[in-house]
């Protein structure tokens, strides 16, 4: 098998050559002159126009190419200020600690050329030397750090440490890599930068700000969205660039002795087999693989492919590394002089190196698996050919969906703009941690109404809890010494879930609760950086999951219900046969089981039920679409109940959300994890008004919403026509995982049904269904009609598993059950309405539907039966008298 064999895709980009500008008239004579005697007698075109803008003061995101000369781009505007002005100060912001590292490397030639009483810099970061941090303050012109150490020292000792004089004279920010700053991070780096501008004007301080970002479709909005302020963009690169190839390689299929398509070759298989040619044939390179495991993998098998003895007894198996995290700093800097003196040849590594971190001189990139958005292929790719000399880059695509769609569409990803950065720095559970940090910074005024939305709603709340504190019409903090520290920027959920080693008791990784839930269930396969492991039991008080290391050939997948309800619409349209709505919804996920798949080829290999129902209830953003009256009564004829009569099988309305998923995410840069797609309860509930409109609805996984949602609703057109392409080129015969999500719904139904979203077309006739076979899933003991026969057995069953609810539902004396509503009969009034409180009424609803086998939607009734008057007044006389007691 040789390589050039299964490429199916070519792509060529031609050189392009420089464009050159002179020094402008304002740079200063040292500048230049610094510049010259570094052999740079002109500036690319728009180097010079970023120095002329940012002379005339505007706010400049910079949008140019890898290896632009962007860093000079913002470093020039910068050491002009310093040069003329020694008490100025620039912040320098990275995403990541080791890129900060790397770009202080970048500028340590101009501090060495005009010297440490002219410009000094440093890094300022968690790994920092106290000494070190304490120089920085005191003396740094260029401080290099990252959001975290802004949120968690800068801000909160603003008045300290000679922060106070940082803040007086902060003359520029620079926000490297901006694309970065999307979702969670990225609207809480927005009001991390809030706060920044709550401080400057504190201290009389106007800094100017300086982006630069990869190629995404909204960099100026995105840069406004973070920084609070208006930005022009510079996007007309004036670099030379050699030509580039681009080779899209598709693995071979794997096909069984009876004819039957079980998935295809790994893509680490061929990246292994790639890397020997590119070393023998004296490549530089760089492989970029989406895992720990996939690095080492990759690696090992690369390195037994080299590990033979050549003509002249050399073996080529150490011109290879690995580079990734869990490398200590001092390897991984090793591993970077290496490939920069050309010890070594080529790395397989994470996307640690994607951010631009100096390797050296590259000739070829390979991405084993679509890297997940255009602006990481740009940036993965845009590694090699740095140099000046002409490149190839390949992509070795996965058995999934973004992937496959490439493979069919490949213009989409050469010619198509770039996906959409999304972020809600108005999400209510981000703005109010932000407050409070802000309240300890500095006393909340009305002027702080501008800065934080919903400032009236939060102060009385603070003010009710006694965090803040009324002086004179400011706001104070009374609270906790460090509101700054009581959440993480990478997330929005307090309840955070631990994942610990079992057998070594050290920590795996933490997540947010409802990640938890799916993710970390009793008997989930759990992948952290490559490896697997197995969940044995989850322990929601503790909020501590506990595994094992796992080798088997499966992974899992949640499985259960989804029940929306629509709080309030904010936007509404038609398009085409549909209508399109936008707004507040409520959202109850309940995972009650899981599917096993096996690896690489999806297929299903059973179903597993949770010993206890996991549940979580909150309030987002959702767009929905309404599905046209023909797909629902398509669809719902070909519903299949399997016997057990806990599955419903050829459910065509999970390939639809399949699909809409998928092409949502690939408009708006989320991850798997980020949004939701899922059906109105009453498209396969026949009780819940059958008659009425059936809905798809794509919503934000976030308490609040992150503006994924409505970023759907506006590029509802777009996301439509992914997922038409998707899964109407997708070269499977029937259906497959890649583009309708599983192998027994029909392709052609699918495809049918997202078409009939534009145009009424007749549905495909002869439609031929899988036979499936009896899965290993549990029998619920209790049937729903039965529990007014079985109810005090049904009580005894709930205690024994020590679930919720278990103690109270044994008071009731009896219940009845007639369609699909339970009774409930209580002998007191108050019972009623506590009974059917929200947050109780869907508890007890959630424990009816995970232990019985009980209708799709089934509903709750309270009944009141007579009460012992007698016995009543007489408790009333008591608690009377009791209180009357208290009182005195």
């Known amino acids: 098998m040789e390589i050039k064999d299964l490429i199916i895709y070519n792509k060529t980009i031609p050189a392009r050559q420089a464009q050159y500008a002179n020094f402008p008239d304002s740079l200063s004579k040292e500048l230049a002159e610094y510049l010259t005697e570094r052999e740079i007698h002109q500036l690319y075109s728009h180097q010079a126009e970023m120095f002329e803008k940012a002379m005339e003061k ?56 005009f010297g440490e009483n002219r410009i000094s810099a440093g890094v300022y970061d ?88 990869a190629t995404i479709a909204n960099p100026v909005e995105l840069a406004r969205e973070v920084c609070g302020k208006e930005f022009i963009q510079i996007d007309k690169d004036g670099s030379p660039a050699a ?34 040619e590119l070393v023998e044939e004296g490549h530089s390179f760089i492989a970029f693989a989406k895992s720990r495991r996939n690095v080492e993998v990759v690696l090992k098998e690369a390195r037994d492919k080299l590990d033979t003895e050549s003509f002249f007894g050399t073996s080529y198996a150490d011109k290879i590394s690995g580079y990734r995290g869990g490398y200590t700093p001092i390897e991984r800097k090793e591993i970077e002089n290496k490939m920069i003196t050309g010890i070594l040849r080529g790395l397989v590594s994470t996307n640690a190196l994607e951010l631009g971190i100096d390797i050296g001189n590259i000739d070829t990139t390979i991405l084993v698996g679509y890297p997940g958005t255009r602006a990481s292929f740009w940036q993965q790719t845009g590694r090699a050919g740095r140099s000046g000399i002409s490149c190839r880059n390949y992509l070795i695509m996965e058995s999934l969906p973004f992937d496959q769609y490439i493979g069919v569409k490949p213009d989409w990803l050469f010619e198509s703009a770039s996906e959409n950065a999304v972020i809600d720095k108005n999400n209510l559970l981000i703005e109010l941690a932000h407050i409070r940090a802000a309240a300890a910074e500095i006393p909340l005024t009305l002027d702080d109404i501008s800065v934080f939305p ?59 609760e409802m990640q938890a839930f799916r993710e970390l269930h009793d008997g989930a396969i759990y992948m952290h950086d490559g490896m697997q492991y197995q969940v044995l039991n989850l322990e929601i008080e503790s909020k501590t999951a506990f595994a094992i290391p796992f080798q088997g050939n499966y992974y899992t997948m949640p499985g259960g219900n989804t029940d929306i309800k629509i709080i309030k619409q904010h936007r509404e349209q ?51 679409i309404h599905i046209p009256d023909n797909v629902v009564s398509v669809y719902r004829k070909l519903l299949q109940e399997s016997g057990s009569g806990q599955l419903i099988r050829n ?26 797609v899922t059906m109105s309860t009453n498209a396969i509930g026949m009780i819940e008004d059958p008659h009425g409109e059936v809905f798809l609805f794509i919503y934000d996984q976030f308490v609040g919403g992150l503006g994924y949602a409505e970023k759907a609703f506006d590029l509802i057109p777009e996301i439509i026509e992914h997922a038409i392409a998707m899964v109407g080129g997708c070269t499977c015969e029937d259906g497959c995982a890649a583009c309708v999500g599983d192998y027994k719904l029909n392709k052609s139904i699918v495809y049918w ?37 079985r109810w005090n057995e049904f009580c005894a069953y709930l205690q024994e598993t020590g679930e919720s609810f278990a103690t109270f539902l044994n008071t009731i004396p009896y219940v009845s059950a007639e369609n699909g509503t339970l009774t409930l009969y209580t002998s007191n009034t108050f019972y ?57």
């Not at 309940?590 to 949770?610: A, D, P, R, T, W």
């Not at 979203?757 to 549990?778: D, W």
């Not at 959630?846 to 089934?858: C, D, G, M, Q, W």
């Open 832 to 888: 009623k309405e506590w009974i059917l409180e929200e947050n109780n009424k869907k508890g007890i609803l959630n424990i009816l539907s995970f232990y019985t086998e009980a209708p799709k939607v089934i509903k709750l009734c309270i009944s009141v039966i007579e009460e012992d008057t007698d016995k009543k007044s007489d408790l009333k006389s008591k608690l009377k008298k009791r209180y009357e007691k208290l009182v005195e």
């Open 574 to 624: 038609n398009y085409e046969r549909s209508r399109l709505y936008f707004g507040d919804v409520n959202v109850n996920d309940i995972v009650f089981m899981y599917k096993k798949l096996q690896f690489h080829n999806h297929q299903n290999l059973g179903f597993e039920q949770l010993p206890k129902p996991l549940s979580k209830d909150y309030d987002t953003e959702s767009t929905w």
């Open 126 to 213: 968690g790994d920092t030397p106290v000494n070190e941090r304490s120089r920085i303050r005191k003396s740094a012109n260029i401080i290099l750090t990252n959001p975290e150490m802004i949120n968690g020292a800068f801000l909160p000792n603003h008045s300290k440490y000679g922060f106070d004089f940082i803040f007086s004279n902060l003359k520029y920010v620079v926000i490297d890599e901006l694309h970065t700053y999307r979702g969670v991070f990225g609207s809480h780096v927005a009001n991390v930068f809030r706060r920044l501008g709550r401080v400057c004007n504190y201290y009389k301080a106007a800094p100017q700000f300086l982006c630069s970002s």
């Open 651 to 676: 459910n065509h309305f999970e390939g639809l959300c399949h699909a809409i998923k998928n092409a949502t995410r690939m408009v708006t840069m989320t991850e798997e994890e980020d949004i939701g």
């Open 243 to 276: 030509m580039r190839t681009y080779s899209l390689v598709q693995p071979p299929k794997i096909e069984g002795n009876d004819g039957k398509y079980y998935g295809q070759l790994q893509a680490t298989s061929i990246a292994a087999e790639l890397i020997p």
């Open 454 to 512: 919903d400032l009236g709603e939060t102060i009385p709340i603070l003010l009710r809890v006694n965090e803040l504190a009324n002086q004179s019409g400011k706001f104070a903090w009374k609270g906790n010494a460090f509101p700054a520290g009581d959440f993480s920027l990478r997330n929005i959920d307090k309840n955070r879930y631990k994942l610990m080693n079992r057998e070594t008791h050290q920590e795996i990784t933490e997540m947010d």
């Open 753 to 789: 049904g997202l078409k009939s979203l534009l145009e009424e077309l007749e549905a495909p006739k002869n439609i031929k269904l899988v036979e499936y076979a009896e899965r290993a899933v549990k029998k619920k003991e209790f049937r729903f009609e039965e529990l007014p026969q």
């Open 58 to 113: 505007h706010n400049i995101v910079i949008t140019t190419s890898t290896a632009s000369g962007k860093t000079l781009s913002f470093l020039l505007p910068v050491l002009q200020e310093i040069l003329s002005n020694p008490l100025a100060r620039a912040i320098f912001i990275y995403p990541t600690k080791a890129l900060a590292s790397d770009q202080y490397r970048a500028i340590k030639p101009y501090l060495d050329y």
